[in-house]
Every structure is written in C-alpha cells, then in structure tokens.
C-alpha cells in the first residue's frame, strides 16, 4: 500500500496488530525476522516508539509482543529501541514520514491494559509453581509412606489389578489362617486353666 493510498483512507488504529500489520504493509516485511540490517532494527524502533508513546504500553509489555510474534525482545532492548528511535529519525527522514501516519486511538488506557497483562501473566507463573509444588509434596508423601512399607507390600503397588486380584485371595486365605490358629490357641488356654476348685485344693 502507498503512503497516498493510505492518507486517502485512514483509519484509527486501536491495537499493536493494528499498529504492527500497517507497518509491515507500508514497509518492512522483516520487521520480526531474527536479522540485524539496519534498516529492519530501525523500524523495530518505530514500532516500540509508537507502542510505548501512543499506547501507553509497558516495557516489559512491548518485549511480549515482540515475542508472541516470532522475535527475541527483551524489555531492555524495547527501551534502547525507543532511546534510539529519535536519533534513527533525524537521519533517515522516511521513518519520520511513516510516523505521520499511525493515528493511534488515544482514549483506550492500555497501560492499564498492560498492566493487567502482565499481572495474569505473573499470576500464570505462580499457579504453575503452585501446581510443581502441589506435586512434589504429593511424591514426598508417597515416598515416605512407601519407606514404612515391607517389601511385599512395595511389589503389590506394582501389580495390575488381575495380578493384585489373585494376590489378595491368596492374601484372605492366610489370614483366615492366622484367625484359626488364634481361636486355637485361646482355646488351649481356657482348657489349660485351673479352675476355682483346683486353686481352692491347693490352698
């Protein structure tokens, strides 16, 4: 699109794809291709300038920007690119041309847009630590749990549920066992017993 053609129909832009995609229509279809040619990192200046200065953007907002489309930025370079953009401007008089034609719609307070993104964003991070640490806690009990446990009993977690099946009957069987022999033994000592008459011939 020409300069002229774009005068004729100009629009208010409201977002940074707005702002970013005329920028690419107009000049430099490089503009978040991983190259350091100069004319493409002055144009990344532009771009950052018009983000930070018409949209109020953050530093660290305009770095994820870049990011969500394909280029390495941190928010230390998003303020050296607008640094720099004045300096850029004064020597190449096309970008001060570009810059004439981003109307950018003012009353949209996206610093507080910024903000909040970057507030869910940090609140993102802190729900996936919250979630890694939910996990080890629950791995630690396991292990604990498991360093009280016999050896027997460690294999049968291992077992699938047909092989934990067959051990479990065989498991019933043994301690029905251990019932009997118990009801045999308290048996043999009530029979074993002396009983009161027996204790009252001693005396």
């Known amino acids: 699109m020409e300069y002229k053609e774009y005068l004729e129909q100009q629009t208010l832009l409201e977002t940074p794809n707005g702002v970013s995609n005329l920028l690419l229509s107009l000049s430099e279809p490089e503009l978040f291709a991983e190259t350091r040619k100069r004319n493409v990192i002055e144009h990344r200046a532009l771009l950052s300038y018009i983000l930070r200065n018409n949209l ?6 305009i770095a994820d920007f870049f990011v969500a489309n394909g280029k390495s930025y941190d928010h230390s370079t998003a303020i050296h690119s607008c640094k720099m953009y004045p300096t850029y401007r004064k020597y190449n008089k096309k970008l001060y041309e570009l810059e004439k034609l981003f109307v950018v719609y003012d009353e949209v307070e996206y610093e507080e847009i910024s903000s909040m993104q970057l507030i869910m964003k940090r609140n993102k991070e802190l729900e996936d630590k919250q979630y890694k640490l939910i996990n080890d806690i629950q791995k630690l009990k396991e292990n604990i749990s498991l360093y009280d446990l016999t050896n027997n009993e460690k294999e049968y977690r291992k077992l699938g549920r047909k092989q934990r099946e067959t051990y479990d009957e065989r498991a019933s069987l043994v301690i029905k066992s251990f019932k009997w022999k118990a009801r045999n033994e308290q048996a043999e000592v009530i029979v074993g017993s002396p009983n009161v ?7």
């Open 197 to 203: 008459a027996d204790v009252r011939g001693i005396r």
């Open 56 to 61: 109020k953007m953050t530093f660290e907002s």
